[in-house]
């Protein structure tokens, strides 16, 4: 079984996004590590990109911080965009019906304009 290992710079991005985080809330290495019960040693090194923390870690720093983890895994993505942080929240308060409904009116506002869709990619 092969086991993927994240690069380097992943790791410094990765302990960058819960510093940054841990700064906008004004907690210290001991507040967080308490809130996430793990160690501010473990925490530091975390944020320093000696360590990669487990998924499980990783989670209690989310829930502790009470920040979304969609920039950890889709760092590309427009988070820090309030338009779109309100439309994920309209989104996330509809049904399937209605996010089926919602889908079908994107796709054709896409098409529309001709911008580019998963979709719309082909294996050659």
């Known amino acids: 079984m092969e086991v993927y290992h994240m690069p380097k710079q992943t790791d410094k991005e990765l302990g960058l996004f819960f510093k940054n985080a841990r700064h906008e ?7 967080l590590a308490e809130k996430a019960e793990m160690s501010s040693r473990y925490l530091k090194e975390i944020e320093n990109g000696s360590r990669v923390p487990s998924f499980h870690k990783i ?20 988070t820090d ?29 896409l098409r529309t304009y001709k911008i580019p869709t998963d979709h719309d990619k082909q294996d050659p």
């Open 59 to 78: 989670r209690k720093l989310v829930r502790a911080l009470n920040v979304p983890p969609e920039p950890l895994f889709y760092p590309n993505n427009h």
């Open 25 to 31: 809330q004004k907690l210290t290495y001991e507040e």
């Open 81 to 109: 965009n309030l338009d779109y942080q309100r439309l994920l929240m309209y989104l996330s308060k509809c049904n399937d019906e209605q996010i089926t409904a919602i889908l079908a009116i994107v796709e054709a506002y």
